[in-house]
């Protein structure tokens, strides 16, 4: 039931990479068996989920836009969920957002499911 924190966010020209990190803001707290996500909101645009994960299992859902581009992992060991972004677009310019929501079928892309965000990191990528 804690918030989120991201960081890792930045300025890069297009065709290249930056990791993302989302942790607790509460300190000793685990997201276990959860989904966990990132989403992303362009100015004048609706919110879309990037990708999300199934603490529990590992299972993985990416959005069509960003398949063989972006990956989102989690270390168990650090508490800390990962988007590793490359080959990145300036479509990909955007605030990104780290979500968690209690699991209870799938995991999926939709920011209703989730109950818990973090204040959002920019990602600008130009041309």
């Known amino acids: 039931q804690a918030p989120l924190v991201e960081s890792g966010g930045g300025s890069v020209q297009a065709g290249g990479s930056l990791r993302l990190s989302c942790a607790p803001a509460?300190?000793?707290?685990?997201?276990?068996?959860?989904?966990m996500g990132w989403f992303r909101q362009a100015p004048g645009k609706e919110r879309e989920g990037v990708a999300t994960?199934?603490?529990?299992?590992?299972?993985?859902n990416y959005a069509d836009s960003v398949k063989g581009r972006f990956a989102i992992s989690r270390d168990n060991a650090k508490n800390t969920l990962y988007l590793q972004m490359n080959t990145l677009k300036p479509e990909d310019t955007a605030m990104y957002y780290c979500?968690?929501?209690?699991?209870?079928?799938?995991?999926?892309?939709?920011?209703?499911?989730?109950?818990?965000w973090g204040q959002g990191t920019q990602v600008t990528v130009s041309s």
């Open positions: 979500a968690a929501g209690p699991f209870e079928d799938y995991c999926s892309r939709v920011s209703d499911d989730y109950n818990y």
């Open positions: 509460t300190t000793g707290y685990t997201y276990s068996s959860y989904c």
């Open positions: 994960v199934y603490t529990g299992t590992g299972s993985t």
